[in-house]
T-cell receptor, first 113, second 113 residues
Framework: GAVVSQHPSWVICKSGTSVKIECRSL??????MFWYRQFPKQSLMLMAT?????????EQGVEKDKFLINHASLTLSTLTVTSAHPEDSSFYIC?????????FGPGTRLTVT | GENVEQHPSTLSVQEGDSAVIKCTYS??????FPWYKQELGKRPQLIID?????GEKKDQRIAVTLNKTAKHFSLHITETQPEDSAVYFC????????????FGTGTRLAVRP
């Protein structure tokens, strides 16, 4: 299958600071990538659709000014959690695929203290 | 939008027995139905998928069936092994390139040795 990488794999930050997470497609180009959040023992909740060259599409209830998404190239999308708070602590994971299949990045575990 | 329901939420089987997980979806436009396996602390891995022009697909001990009329699809694992223990997620999408997946709530499968 296609390879999707994500960086960092884990991060601890202080409340009020911002954190940037990168998602890369390594062996294919992706005009669309997806960002999910997964709380412990829960399912994957779609946060937003990252579109190369245009604005991201956010799901209902997701604050676009808090979760900034930039899809700067056909292989890179970034998610920035701004002014992070402890309730933002979660597992953030991206997906991308060369066609209709979606492959997951390894995820980023964010802990806000 | 699409809504995917998954049952059961937990499933415990004896090693060697079969396991069946069922999902229903709401959007008749959905045409692509993947299944993912997520082990603790790891990313979900695509294990099998099916498109709506096919009623059944099999890959060794894993099979997926689709009833498009009834809008439900199922994952069947035969001859279960302890390493099959994980959380399984079903998902649905339109099947178009770059379309988002809607996930079920997950099934925690435990295979007792």
């Amino acid at each position: 299958g296609a390879v999707v990488s994500q960086h960092p794999s884990w991060v601890i930050c202080k409340s009020g600071t911002s954190v940037k997470i990168e998602c890369r497609s390594l062996d294919f180009q992706a005009t669309t990538m997806f960002w999910y959040r997964q709380f412990p023992k829960q399912s994957l909740m779609l946060m937003a659709t990252s579109n190369e060259g245009s604005k991201a599409t956010y799901e209902q209830g997701v604050e676009k000014d808090k979760f900034l998404i930039n899809h700067a190239s056909l292989t890179l999308s970034t998610l920035t959690v701004t002014s992070a708070h402890p309730e933002d602590s979660s597992f953030y994971i991206c997906t991308a695929g060369p066609e209709y299949e979606q492959y997951f990045g390894p995820g980023t575990r964010l802990t806000v203290t | 939008g699409e809504n995917v329901e998954q049952h059961p939420s937990t499933l415990s089987v004896q090693e060697g027995d079969s396991a069946v997980i069922k999902c229903t979806y709401s959007d008749s436009a959905s045409n692509y139905f993947p299944w993912y396996k997520q082990e603790l602390g790891k990313r979900p891995q695509l294990i099998i998928d099916i498109r709506s022009n096919v009623g059944e697909k099999k890959d060794q001990r894993i099979a997926v069936t689709l009833n498009k009329t009834a809008k439900h699809f199922s994952l069947h694992i035969t001859e279960t092994q302890p390493e099959d223990s994980a959380v399984y997620f079903c998902a649905a999408s339109s099947g178009s390139s770059g379309d988002k997946l809607t996930f079920g709530t997950g099934t925690r499968l435990a295979v007792r040795p």
